[in-house]
């Protein structure tokens, strides 16, 4: 049943924005309560030993082609495990939910712009219209209806600090178009393991310089949610879904955290719905359903993949809309 779940890509890229979704709500209550270094460090040590006993054999199996490709997944651990989430925390310390909402609204323009950039692939037209509709759907939703909202909103340092980690996050996704045929859990594993390495002296500067961690109730359950599920699982659907259909349509799947993000603070937060709601949500899946349906059919969603890099696994390129299976 699990494989089946890995081989339905939309269903994976949808379930990686709700758990996300989480981890925003998780990071902004526990502010101030647990540091944002300790937070990430904690996240990614507990993330692989949870990992470890399920992915050693395919770790080993793939050393060595991580012995090959280790720049690759150096710069992939540094930037989507070590720096975008240590930064996202840390820029929650100080950014209301308005604007992180609006600022991660920019994912996909930065993945488009970083898949341009590093692997040469173009947003086709419809891809262009689905990113702009879910644009404006997020935009309905963080603004409640008004537009005026979006003269008043003030930019402080935790602003700027989101805007690099959605940057840093767009090269990361761009990145992985490149990734070599490792195992999922291999990769995982190589990739969660070498981030928490890279952030443990920032860890460890964090704690000389700070009071101690107080592990109560409420940063233990904060720490077990953002390690299983916007870590181990999150990442996991990600990368799988980014090897079946590509980063750019990939990227509209983005806008379904702010709609994840307002549907749980009704839930758990009490607050009530309104009538922009269901406008946002309808304006952002219209958006993920169009960069979807009228996405470039290219057979390989890779834009670019380095010279002599190994084959990969069967099925792992294959567009999952044509249902087509390699044996």
């Known amino acids: 049943m699990f494989r089946r779940l890995l081989d339905a890509p939309y269903l994976l890229l949808t379930l990686v924005p709700l758990f996300w979704a989480g981890n925003i ?6 502010a101030g309560h647990v540091p944002p ?35 690759l997944v150096g710069v992939l651990s540094l930037t989507g495990i070590t720096l975008f989430n240590t930064m996202q925390y840390h820029a929650l310390e100080f950014t209301p939910a308005l604007n992180a909402l609006l600022i991660q609204s920019t994912g996909p323009l930065l993945i488009a712009f970083w898949s341009f950039l590093l692997n040469g692939e173009r947003l086709s037209a419809g891809q262009g219209v689905g990113i702009g509709l879910s644009l404006l759907g997020v935009l309905t939703i963080v603004c409640r209806g008004d537009p005026a909202v979006l003269v008043n909103i003030a930019f402080n340092r935790g602003d700027v600090w989101m805007v690099a980690a959605m940057v840093v996050y767009g090269v990361y996704s761009s990145l992985l178009a490149r990734r070599p045929a490792f195992s999922q859990l291999g990769f995982l594993g190589f990739s969660l393991g070498l981030g928490a390495l890279l952030l443990t002296p920032a860890f460890v500067a964090e704690r000389v310089a700070s009071p101690p961690l107080v592990f109560d109730a409420r940063a233990l359950i904060a720490i077990a949610y953002v390690a299983v599920f916007p870590s181990v699982l999150a990442y996991l659907f990600f990368n799988r879904g980014i090897q079946l259909v590509g980063p750019n349509r990939a990227a509209p799947f983005f806008h379904l955290m702010p709609v994840f993000g307002s549907a749980l603070a009704i839930l758990f937060l009490g607050e009530r719905p309104h009538l922009y709601h269901a406008a946002g949500y309808a304006l952002v899946l219209a958006g993920v359903v169009t960069a979807t349906l009228w ?8 834009a670019a993949r380095p010279p002599g890099s190994a084959e990969l696994e069967a099925g792992d390129a294959i567009d999952p809309l044509q249902r087509h299976r390699a044996d």
């Not at 996405?295 to 890779?302: L, M, Y």
Request: proline share 8%; no cysteine.
């Open 37 to 71: 270094v300790g937070l990430a460090w904690l996240r990614w040590v507990l993330a692989v030993l949870i990992l470890l006993p399920f992915a050693w054999r395919a770790m080993r199996a793939d050393w060595p082609l991580m012995r090959r490709h280790w720049k």
């Open 25 to 30: 709500v998780m990071g902004r209550h526990v």
């Open 295 to 302: 996405a470039p059919k290219t057979g390989r969603p890779h």
